[in-house]
Nanobody, 119 residues
Framework: VQLQASGGGLVQPGGSLSLSCAAS????????MSWYRQAPGKQREMVAA???????KYSDSVKGRFTIIRDDDKKTVSLQMDGLKPEDTAVYYC??????????????WGQGTQVTVSS
């Protein structure tokens, strides 16, 4: 199983970016799909998550600015980021809980993509 993240880059404050993550490999079922971020010198934190069949959840710091969308047919999860602030600068990681047919879920991580918000 692999998660391949794409998107990210450099954007000015107030701008927008979109991240995408595609899951591939031996996948029977996908559980929760999430985006995390890690800024220099800080711990990795959950930004947004969308459990299977449930509403999306967001950290207070991004609520109202970020939107997470999952597409179970395509096995993708995206993160639309609007109104970006310098404090959003971090490496962003996608995460998915995946059952490969063993009837239990394992966490998988994408490779991380850099988002830099600066003028």
């Amino acid at each position: 199983v692999q998660l391949q993240a794409s998107g990210g880059g450099l954007v000015q404050p107030g701008g927008s970016l979109s991240l995408s993550c595609a899951a591939s490999g031996d996948i029977f079922k996908i559980g929760a799909m999430s985006w995390y971020r890690q800024a220099p010198g800080k711990q990795r934190e959950m930004v947004a998550a969308v459990p299977t069949g449930e509403s999306a959840k967001y950290s207070d710091s991004v609520k109202g600015r970020f939107t997470i969308i999952r597409d179970d047919d395509k096995k993708t999860v995206s993160l639309q980021m609007d109104g970006l602030k310098p404090e959003d600068t971090a490496v962003y990681y996608c995460n998915a809980m995946i059952d490969s047919g063993s009837y239990y879920y394992k966490p998988y991580w994408g490779q991380g993509t850099q988002v830099t918000v600066s003028s």
